[in-house]
């Protein structure tokens, strides 16, 4: 299997669990740990391991990487307490059992999400850019 990019193609790639577990080569925590390759793949989570963040995942839905992971940590959970409005986790269903209407919904729920990310950076973009002519202005007076 070549190498994934960051790419777009990869997030589809990654809506399928078996290709998220083949990406947990490596992953530290097995026999006797909850969040095993196999829990994590099934939480929605893919393996993007950095240098300096070497249990660094991603889940192929929102996108929410986490890192800093514990063996006792549950996958589903830590998914749920540092993004809980993620479509995937509502339907907590592995891909191949969606049926049609299940993978409808979460595609139209994607790109609600998409927008609504896009919509929030652009807002604290704007938050920034008034602030900063904000504390101009002041300085000018
Ligand atoms: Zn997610």
Known sequence: MPELSKADGEYFLMQYYENRLQTFVNWPFEDGCICTAEQMAAAGFFYTPESNNPDLVQCF?????????????????????????????????????????????????????????????????????TDRARSQMLALM
Request: proline letters at 6%; a negative charge.
């Open 61 to 129: 839905f929102c996108c929410k990487e986490l890192d800093g992971w514990d063996p006792n940590d549950d996958p589903w959970e830590e998914h749920k307490a540092h993004s809980d409005k993620c479509p995937y986790l509502k339907l907590r269903k592995p891909t191949e059992d969606m049926t049609l209407q299940d993978q409808l919904k979460l595609l139209q729920a994607k790109h609600l999400f998409s927008l609504k990310e896009s919509i929030r950076k652009k807002q604290e973009q704007l938050h920034e850019y």
